[in-house]
């Protein structure tokens, strides 16, 4: 209660509004127009008065440092520098970071991408929460 959350490719604003139904005052960012507007819709009607849905790239833009927590909610390729300093100090960033590489164990190699999900904290070492992986087709 009382954090102030910023997360990036907000989608449909479940997780903005489950964050808002818990006490925090959301910023929630989605970069296509149909969804942000969808989203934004939605919140008003439901009265999650502590969310704001807003539409643009927010890996891209700027943000005060003012937010105690950062939500990525979309796979990135590189960590969000941006994003980092928008927290606050003890402030916390989870985000999916993508990263892929060849799969050889087979006749026929395919590309393996695996995701893991991290926490950051200002002041401290990353911590790996989790890794999901997947096979793409080659």
Do not use: N
């Not at 490719?9 to 989605?30: D, H, I, N, P, R």
């Not at 989203?39 to 439901?46: F, G, H, K, N, V």
């Amino acid at each position: 209660p009382g954090s102030k959350i910023l997360e990036i490719g907000s989608g449909s604003g479940y997780a903005a509004a489950l964050l808002g139904a818990m006490g925090a005052s959301v910023t929630a960012v989605e970069f296509h127009p149909e969804l942000a507007r969808s989203s934004a819709e939605r919140l008003r009607r439901l009265q999650y008065t502590t969310v704001r849905q807003l539409q643009g790239d927010g890996l891209r833009s700027a943000f005060r440092r003012e937010f105690d927590g950062v939500l990525v909610s979309t796979a990135i390729t590189e960590f969000p520098e941006r994003l980092w300093r928008a927290l606050i100090p003890r402030g916390r960033l989870v985000c999916p970071i993508r990263v892929q590489s060849l799969y050889s164990r087979s006749p026929r190699p395919s590309a393996v991408e695996r995701q893991y999900l991290y926490l950051f904290q200002q002041g401290q070492d990353a911590i790996a929460l989790s890794e999901c992986s997947f096979v793409l087709a080659a």
